[in-house]
């Protein structure tokens, strides 16, 4: 199911000459690898940016302190300053951007692990999704799971 996303946002990127940006804290760049998994991403991926320290998402995307410090770095708000930051950096037409907490440590009560915030800016819009997936699979599958689930918000996006 998951490469059929992959390659029906690719297919609409494509059709619609549009480009797209990430912009990624907790999945490490992963996204970005996935959109470059399909043969002529060139043609619509822009730029891909890992910004995993708060200073970072202040630094390129803008993020304002007070978010950071305030609501913290995996918060609506925050995925949300980021695709906007995203869209005016890189000038690009979709912006999408992942926060969260892969685990297996860094979860509180109210952030458990497993929680992400996906955000994808398209014609004027972001939409942010909240998921929470299994707190107990590993690492390196949760970032997976991210980066899939961030796919799919895109596609969602200019689906409308």
Same mark, same amino acid.
């Given at each position: ?88 950096? /890189? ?10 907490? /892969? ?50 918000? /895109? ?6």
């Amino acid at each position: 199911m998951f490469d059929g996303d992959l390659k029906k946002l690719a297919k609409l990127l494509k059709e619609r000459h549009l480009t797209i940006s990430t912009a990624e804290s907790c999945t490490g760049g992963l996204v970005a690898s996935m959109l470059t998994d399909i043969s002529g991403s060139s043609e619509y991926l822009l730029e891909s940016h890992v910004v995993y320290a708060n200073s970072a998402k202040h630094k390129y995307l803008n993020v304002s302190n007070e978010i950071l410090d305030t609501l913290g770095a995996v918060s609506p708000e925050c995925a949300q300053a980021m695709a906007e930051g995203l869209q005016k950096l /890189a000038n690009c037409d979709v912006a999408l951007c992942t926060t969260g907490i /892969a685990g297996p440590t860094g979860g509180t009560k109210d952030k458990p692990v497993g929680l992400v915030y996906i955000s994808a800016r398209f014609n004027g819009k972001t939409t942010v999704r909240k998921y929470t997936f299994n707190s107990r699979i590993p690492r390196k599958t949760m970032k997976i799971t991210f980066a899939k689930a961030a796919i799919r918000t /895109a596609l969602e996006a200019l689906e409308g």
